[in-house]
């Protein structure tokens, strides 16, 4: 072998020997990173937002709200913080939205109008809205496991009577409002107890939220029959939206704008409807019930007209008229005059 080749090799690894030690003194020799501690994050205080939008009108029940911590230097004073003064979310319960608040918004005290407050249930109807108040029994009223906020049906039940001696009469219930919003049980829009617990109590009379046209149509039906409450799921909502879809009665949005159906969402789902009332008949219960309207009385005929007849009273005086009252009696182109007394 070349001898210069052979001094070429060895003073390769020798080179490479020496980096090799140079390089593990470096890096055993350098010290370790030390550890700095960061400063701990300060924690705000904890307020009360909303934990979906709330529209106006709406009444706050216990999944409305939630605590979230909120930085210190944004914290107004009409927030609403834990264990602070108004404070607990219990005691916000029945409270209606009187301004809207968006989700995670924080509540403000002017945002929400409370039970026995001035204005407090014109604050709960929506725009172009009224209210409507209707007496209900035990029964009627779903043992009181209505509350406000829920939303019901109203189902008229009535007796049309038959004209016939001795016919069986129509007993007919029938399906007039549906989906129509509960204000308020009796004087009550909240019904808790001290551990806010919604409790059932029996009630007499519901305050309802309706349009005019509405309110006039549960006024009417009050005097015809008996009224009682149907409880609707909290599904309903989504099939009422799909029948208004599909029946044309609603119209969603072409460009997926989330915002636009979700308005379009809350205007169906806060809307009564007073069409597509379905109604059930004795005869669909029992076969011993009538399925059809009774018969109908004909109207006596009215009684034909005669000739006119035109009467006139006057004093005698014409040596032509016999004196004293007479009547002038005119049958077609007949005309008579007759003293009175006379024949």
Known sequence: MDVRKIILLVGALVVAGVTAFFARTMFIG??????????????????LVATRTLPVGTIIDAEALRYQ????????????????????????????????????????????????????????????????????????????????????????????????????????????????????VDQRINARDENGNQVATPMSTVTFEATP???????????I?????????????????????????????????????RQVLLRVASQPQENGSTFSVGGDVSRFQRRSMPRQRPAAPAPAAGPPVTVTVREGGDPNIPQGPTVRVVRGNNVTVVPVGGR
């Open 213 to 223: 046209r509405i309110a006039e149509k549960i006024m009417v039906a009050q005097t």
């Open 30 to 47: 350098a010290a370790a990173p030390e550890a700095v501690a960061q400063a701990p994050v300060q924690q705000g205080p904890e307020v």
């Open 225 to 261: 029959g008996s009224l009682s409450l149907s409880l609707r799921g909290l599904a309903e909502n989504n099939a009422e939206l799909e029948r208004a879809i599909a029946s044309g009665e609603v119209q969603m949005p072409q460009n997926g704008d989330a915002a636009a159906e």
């Open 69 to 184: 911590v909120w930085p210190e230097g944004l914290v107004q004073p009409a927030y609403f913080i834990r264990n602070g003064e108004g404070g607990d979310p219990q005691d916000l319960i029945g409270t209606v939205v009187r301004n809207e608040i968006a989700a995670g918004q924080p509540l403000t005290q002017g945002a929400i109008v409370r039970p026995g407050d001035r204005g407090f249930l014109a604050a709960a109807l929506g725009p172009g809205m009224r209210a409507i108040t209707v007496s209900v029994s035990a029964t009627s009223g779903v043992a009181g496991f209505v509350f406000p906020g829920d939303r019901v049906d109203l189902v008229l039940t009535q007796e049309v009577a038959g004209t016939e001696e001795g016919e069986p009469s129509l007993k007919v219930s029938e399906t007039v409002i549906r989906n129509i919003r509960v204000l308020a």
